[in-house]
């Protein structure tokens, strides 16, 4: 099942938390999410799973950025969450959605556990202007049904910023 707005307001504190929290940015059944001002794109190809991928930093100016089609743009989420006893999972907004932006790829699927900033894998299917603090996901938790093991990965959780890829971390 997953929770209503409301449940998500009872739980904020104890099995739910996002900092920072806006009222404002609650729905009926999830919570928008907004963009930080920092990118990452990778500079060196082709990627290779079985090492660091290099990586440079973008910052997003106030009067936007334009994302081009064919590029991966790695972004966050400016709202750290906290999340215990339930799945958090993430989804776009439908008006980023109808704009030809994705915001993830494979990883809108959050584990039990799972504390930190959420990595955004975002593409478009043709050019459009961002603007860091758009409220551009939203995040909606579903409970879990028998005994719970919270996710304890070093890979991503805590994070403190933009994850690129650590698959490599797996062949070690």
């Not at 994302?67 to 790695?74: F, Q, T």
């Not at 993830?104 to 504390?115: N, R, S």
Request: glycine letters at 10%.
């Amino acid at each position: 099942m997953i929770l209503t707005g409301k449940e998500i307001l009872k739980r904020l504190g104890n099995d739910i938390k996002i900092e920072p929290y806006d009222a404002k940015l609650l729905n009926p059944n999830s919570y928008n999410l907004c963009l930080h001002e920092e990118l990452l794109v990778y500079t060196n190809f082709p990627l290779d799973m079985k090492q660091p991928n290099p990586t440079e930093k973008i910052i997003i100016p106030n009067e936007g950025f334009l994302l081009e089609p064919g590029r991966l743009y790695l972004g966050r989420t400016i709202e750290f969450t906290e999340t215990h006893n339930l799945v958090p999972m993430l989804e776009g907004r439908s008006s980023i959605g109808r704009l030809g932006m994705f915001v993830h790829i494979t990883a809108g699927f959050g584990d039990v556990g799972f504390k930190g900033f959420w990595t955004l894998e975002i593409q478009v299917i043709h050019p459009l202007r961002v603007y860091a603090g758009v409220q551009i996901c939203q995040i909606f938790y579903h409970t879990v049904e028998g005994q719970i093991e919270e996710y304890k990965s070093g890979k991503y959780q805590a994070n403190q910023g933009i994850q690129p890829s650590l698959l490599y971390k797996d062949f070690e």
